[in-house]
């Protein structure tokens, strides 16, 4: 889609992401958003007024029959995404597909082997969101491919919250978040993705796990009324990996706990270390650790600050996907690739043989 420079867009669901994609996709002066498709048609018309798009469905399949529309972001409760990735991919467009891709297993594989047979469309999975467009993922990757650090056997990674729940202290209209049997997981299946596409990433994503260990899974933290009869994801779970190359992974996140811990990341390597806050919105402060005189002199550090100016998370993907639709960049998270991510989880969530 090289030569064009106006690419039109429709938009399947109308929550508060759908809202990120739209804001993101206008800001890049090359896409014009045609549709949105939303349940509720009472709420319908006022969405389409705030962002000045021309038509609204309850039915997103008036969408996939418009032949102006190119492409299509798929914004929906995860549980609904297997059946309207395959019918986009029957009308022919482009995908940008929320994460987490599918809530089972043989879903997925279904979508990647669809992907797989229609070379011709492109398919983006938004894990790449906080991951691997972020100026920190960029200036990590460069610190390790430079050698700086060695060979790497070890990557811890913790950040627990207390009482940031999706569904219930953010976005707390959005009671789905609470639901395994729509939203698949909860903070596992919800920053997992993120987690992985970032750490990996770093990696090359060479590197296969060969193990995965469940340390623990939990929800009921506290007895906060969530709103809603169902709530049966996890608040928070620990897990371990062990990769190829004799990487070792220790992993745990918490959308709430009793305890706090600060959204950390520590890498290390035989010839230095790096410890950093991954998300965009902490520190741009990047801590390396070293020994001078490779190896032989003093314990020494040093501050790397990443210039995170202008830097907008949903911004960045919607540019991003517009310029691979363009020609002028590759995917960088293609649905075969989340696969492998999402089966990592997948894993996990079969050995938590307790209720959660």
Known sequence: MSERTTLTFGIIGA??????????LQKTGMASIKWVARNQQSALHDFQLRYNIPHGTSD?????????????VITSPPALHYEMFKACVAAGKHILLEKPAAIKREHLA?????????????????????????PKFRKVKELIDSGML??????????????????????PTAKWFLNKALAGGGVLFDWGVYDLSFHLGLLGDVPQVEQASLLFMKNGLDRKDPGTPVFDVEEHFAARLQLT????????????????????????????GIKLALCSWESPVI????????????AQSERIMVDMTGHDDNDALSAHFVNVLLGKEKVQMPLGLAAKHLEVIYRLYEQNYDQV
């Not at 220790?250 to 009793?258: F, L, P, R, T």
């Not at 020994?291 to 002199?297: M, S, T, W």
Request: aromatic share 10%; proline share 4%.
């Open 15 to 24: 929550g508060m992401i759908a809202e990120k994609h739209i804001e993101g």
């Open 60 to 72: 997103y399949h008036e969408i996939l029959a418009d032949p102006e529309v190119d492409a299509v």
């Open 110 to 134: 279904e979508m990647v082997q669809l992907a797989e047979a229609h070379p011709e469309l492109i398919i983006s999975d938004c894990s790449a969101r906080h991951a691997r467009l972020t």
């Open 150 to 171: 060695g060979n790497i056997y070890f990557i811890h990674h913790n950040a627990v919250a207390r009482q940031s729940r999706p569904g219930i202290e953010y976005h």
């Open 245 to 272: 190359g004799g990487i070792s992974y220790y992993w745990e996140h918490g959308s709430h706990a009793n305890v706090e811990v600060p959204n950390e990341t520590r890498i290390y390597g035989t010839k230095g």
């Open 287 to 298: 801590e390396y650790f070293t020994v001078a005189d490779d190896g032989r002199g003093a």
